[in-house]
């Protein structure tokens, strides 16, 4: 049994070396989160000065930020025994000396309490009538399509690929600009980038990646040069459609700066997991508009039928009818009364076939989307006058 706790010891010593690693990390994560929603208060601030400056570990962080407070206070400091200094009361002494206090001073107590007292109000933060970007909705596929040109995308540093790796944990972000690169509105489309150093416009041409620092919770505070910033790179454009794909530090220092983002009908913003972020991303990407190209609004109804994924938007169902014997997967379009979808054209005047086929089954939902859209935009009036034209110059 001895022999067998000696060789377990080193086994048992890491587990609580992992599990006391992931405490505090844990720990520190939340105070970020808890600074970047704006709810942080001055402790908070006061022990991830600690970690950067310091290299305090979660513990003796949260012994400083009380030190510091107390000082910052005006309070009397903590008795401590001569000769009995641990690393919690070193970090208490530490965060008591950097906020002001001084335990050698007679009246040092007296001028704190006497400067706490005097201390002004902080001013309050900048408030704004319209809903922050952190409160907006995520993307469906409901609201109408809007034209490329009257489109607005706020991306993150880390969503932009602007951010160095290594720097910075870039697991909860999601990489967005190569989606956004092979789209084909991406020319028209007004892009902000959110960093370190403010907000900046996304040529459309250049290198994707920039090598900057990533912005940090500490860093996000209401800057007036920002607002104007931001203001001025929108006031030239007008816009109808709004999306952030921002997260953490990135969304709240938008948030303190959207008093200079314009009020249009859609405004909305990614959110949650990697896979979520792509798939509200995508959907925005769907809405938008060509010059002279009109598509199909609504919610689109899916449903799995006995023999494939079905879908409807308004009168039109799309519906898989299988695999062809010589390769490729076929999508049929159909009108309510169950008949395929014929004589309908686009609005520049091509027919629209009722029948597409692709190589890839995994592109079936999104191709499917894409036609019954086609379809709710198209029309068949054209189509029955240019047969009617026919038949008379037969005639």
């Known amino acids: 049994m001895r022999d067998r706790a000696l060789a377990l010891r080193p086994v048992m010593e890491s587990m609580s070396k992992a599990a006391e690693e992931e405490r505090q990390a844990r720990n520190f994560t939340f105070t970020e989160t808890r600074i970047a929603s704006g709810k942080g208060d001055d402790l908070d601030h006061a022990i991830l000065r600690a970690r950067s400056l310091h290299a305090c570990d979660w513990d003796r962080a949260v012994r400083y930020a009380s030190g510091w407070y107390a000082a910052t206070a005006g309070w009397e400091p903590e008795v401590r025994r001569t000769g009995f200094e641990t690393p919690a009361t070193l970090a208490y002494d530490q965060g008591f000396a950097d906020g002001g206090g001084n335990r050698d001073d007679l009246f040092d107590t007296a001028r704190r309490a006497y400067e706490a007292a005097a201390a002004p109000e902080a001013p309050p933060a900048p408030t704004t009538g319209r809903p922050l970007p952190s409160t907006w909705p995520k993307p469906t596929d409901g609201p109408l399509p809007a034209r490329w ?67 940090s919770a500490e860093a996000v505070s209401f800057d007036p040069r920002l607002e104007d910033e931001l203001r001025t790179l929108l006031a030239a454009r007008d816009f109808d459609d709004i999306l952030v794909a921002a997260n953490g530090p990135y969304l709240a220092l938008l948030d303190l700066h959207a008093a200079a983002l314009p009020l249009c009908r859609i405004m909305e913003r990614t959110r949650n997991t990697l896979l979520q972020q792509r798939a509200h991303f995508n959907l925005w990407l769907g809405r938008g508009l060509m010059t002279g190209q009109s598509l199909g609004a609504g919610h689109i109804r899916w449903g799995k039928a006995v023999k494939g994924l079905t879908g409807k938007l308004g009168e039109f169902t799309a519906r898989y009818a299988g695999k062809r014997p010589n390769g490729g997967h076929r999508i049929v379009i159909e009108t309510a ?5 014929t004589g309908y054209v686009s609005a520049h005047g091509e ?45």
């Open 149 to 215: 040109t009257r489109r607005l995308l706020i991306l993150g540093a880390p969503e932009a690929g602007w951010v160095r790796e290594g720097v910075a944990d870039q697991s909860g972000y999601a990489l967005l600009l190569p989606t956004l690169r092979a789209c084909g509105g991406a020319k028209e489309l007004a892009v902000i980038v959110i960093s370190s150093t403010g907000f900046h416009t996304l040529a459309n041409t250049g290198r994707d990646v920039i090598a900057i620092e990533p912005l």
């Open 351 to 395: 027919p629209l076939s009722p029948e597409a086929v692709i190589g890839n089954r995994a592109h079936l939902r999104k191709t499917m989307a894409a036609r019954l859209r086609a379809f709710g935009g198209a029309t068949r009036l054209t189509a029955n006058h240019t047969s009617c034209l026919r038949d008379l110059a037969a005639a």
């Open 337 to 341: 009364d169950g008949l395929p979808a």
